[in-house]
Every structure is written in structure tokens, then in C-alpha cells.
């Protein structure tokens, strides 16, 4: 009885600690830039920093062995480091090995902007030297995280990237050589859930483009009894927030207070999860 005993005790300690959070490692301070999760095509899950103070790149296996580190040549880019310290930010994303070129090696967009005199924005497509694939002067490479707005999206006539010139509100289109793969965690990555990205129901605005009016058609799955219309502005700010339901499958938007731009909006249901998205034109 007494070995039973200890034995009983034994296991119920092995269960508790396995159900424990548990401490790994540390990542220190990098000047502002969080520690994201990705996933490379070939090499798999990383985690992923960027120090924008020193313009260096640092990607992690799971067990927090330093992989690889990718200093960015921020004066082939036309921005020198003194002007990095008074900038809005340094963004990274689309990190990917094989989305950019087929060569294997990681390349990733990097994105900077200034809005001081004179006002500076630039993205461009780094590879592992550090220096520039393509540079987009002038221009954003949106990145929404959520799935909403995505600058890179794969088509059925190739992945498209688009940029949009933060002057004009020109966008341009580019063929890429490569196709954009899904990140569970969003990440870098710019995709946030691909088990339901080919799932999801589909949802119309129109008409398009508008001026007074817009429809937004829809569906909720079967199991989800209410959700939420969303919509944001093209800086991703939240501007109109509604309640829906399954009981009707449109939905007129009161727009009257919106300004002329493109507007995305997403259908999600009440614990947050995104059912359908899209983007409608107000002239």
C-alpha cells in the first residue's frame, strides 16, 4: 500500500509539472522591436528580432541558438543611420525564403518612414547580404497582420505584390517569382490563420466604387449565432464597428461621415475570430 501510494504521489507531481508554464529564454531589449514567430518554407519555425538602432536582423532556432543575422545596408537604401534614430519606425515582415526568389536564402521587406522635413518613405526587398532585391521608393508595403489588407497575396495567375506611393496614393502591381505561405502565428509573415483562409465564407461589397452608399453582402457559418462588421481606414484604423446577425445577409453601411479613400472591412464573431474580408471605394 505504501509503494501504491508513492507511486500515486510520484505521478501526480509529473503531471502537475508538465502542466506548468515554464521559463525559456530571454531575448534582453531590442530598441523597440518586439520578438515575433515565423515560419520559413525550408527551415521552419524561428523566432525573429529586429534592432532598427543598428539595422541588424536575428533569427532564432526554437531553442534559441542564434541561426542567422542579417544587417541591413541602410545607406544603399538612400537613409543614413543618423536619420534611423529620429524615423517613425522600422517595420519588417514577409519574411520568407523562398517568396522573393527561388534561391533558398531568406530575404524579407523592409520598411521605413520619416514624416519631418523633408518626409521620407521607402520599402524594399532585403536579402541576406543585407543589401537591396527591389527598392520602392516612396512607397508602403501594407502588412496588416490580421489578413485584412495585404500587400502580397497569391492569385490564381501568380503572387502579386502591390505597393501604394505614400504621396499619390498610386499602386502598382508586381509579379513575384514565388508563392506566399501560411504562418499559424502571423509572425512576419503577413498570413494569421491558414486553417481557415481557405475555408472562409465570402462576403461583397457593392456598389464599387461608391459615393453614397454601401452594401455589405454576407453569411455567418452555421454555428455562429452573431459578429461584428468592421471597418478601417487605409491606416488600419478602426472607424465603424456593427452588430449582425444570422437573420439578415446584408447590411447597409452609414458612410456619410467617411472620407473619400478605400476602406477595408472584416466579419468576425463575437470571440474575435475572422469569418470573411474585403475592401469597397468611397469617391
Not at 508554464?21 to 515560419?39: L, M
Not at 524579407?108 to 523633408?118: A, H, R, T, V
Not at 490564381?156 to 509579379?175: A, D, M, P, R
Not at 465564407?201 to 466604387?209: D, E, G, I, N, R
Amino acid at each position: 500500500m505504501k509503494n501504491i501510494f508513492l507511486l500515486y504521489c510520484l505521478l501526480l507531481l509529473f503531471n502537475i509539472s508538465k502542466a506548468q508554464i515554464n521559463f525559456e529564454h530571454s531575448y534582453g531589449v531590442y530598441n523597440e522591436v518586439p520578438v515575433h514567430i515565423t515560419t520559413l518554407e525550408n527551415s521552419g519555425d524561428k523566432f525573429v528580432v529586429y534592432d532598427e538602432f543598428i539595422s541588424t536582423l536575428y533569427i532564432y532556432n526554437l531553442n534559441h541558438t542564434l541561426w542567422k543575422t542579417i544587417t541591413v545596408d541602410t545607406n544603399a537604401l538612400g537613409v543614413s543611420p543618423a536619420t534611423l534614430q529620429f524615423g517613425e519606425g522600422v517595420s519588417i515582415s514577409y519574411l520568407k525564403e523562398n517568396l522573393f526568389d527561388l534561391d533558398g536564402q531568406v530575404e524579407f521587406i523592409w520598411q521605413f518612414s520619416i514624416f519631418s522635413n523633408p518626409t521620407q518613405i521607402i520599402s524594399a526587398i532585403i536579402d541576406e547580404s543585407g543589401l537591396p532585391l527591389a527598392v520602392f521608393d516612396s512607397c508602403y508595403i501594407i502588412n496588416d497582420m490580421e489578413g485584412y489588407y495585404q500587400s502580397i497575396r497569391n492569385t490564381s495567375s501568380g503572387t502579386k505584390l502591390i505597393t501604394e506611393n505614400g504621396f499619390t496614393n498610386e499602386y502598382k502591381v508586381y509579379s513575384l517569382p514565388g508563392t506566399l505561405t501560411c504562418n499559424p502565428c502571423g509572425g512576419v509573415s503577413g498570413i494569421n490563420n491558414p486553417n481557415n483562409a481557405n475555408n472562409r465564407l465570402t462576403s461583397k461589397a457593392y456598389p464599387v466604387p461608391s459615393e453614397k452608399s454601401v452594401t455589405i453582402q454576407y453569411e455567418l457559418p452555421n454555428n455562429i449565432k452573431s459578429g461584428f462588421l468592421i471597418v478601417y481606414n487605409s491606416s488600419g484604423a478602426e472607424v465603424m464597428k456593427l452588430q449582425i446577425g444570422p437573420a439578415f445577409k446584408d447590411v447597409a453601411l452609414p458612410v456619410e461621415s467617411l472620407q473619400a479613400g478605400t476602406y477595408i472591412y472584416a466579419i468576425q464573431s463575437q470571440q474575435g475570430e475572422n469569418i470573411s474580408s474585403g475592401r469597397f471605394i468611397l469617391h
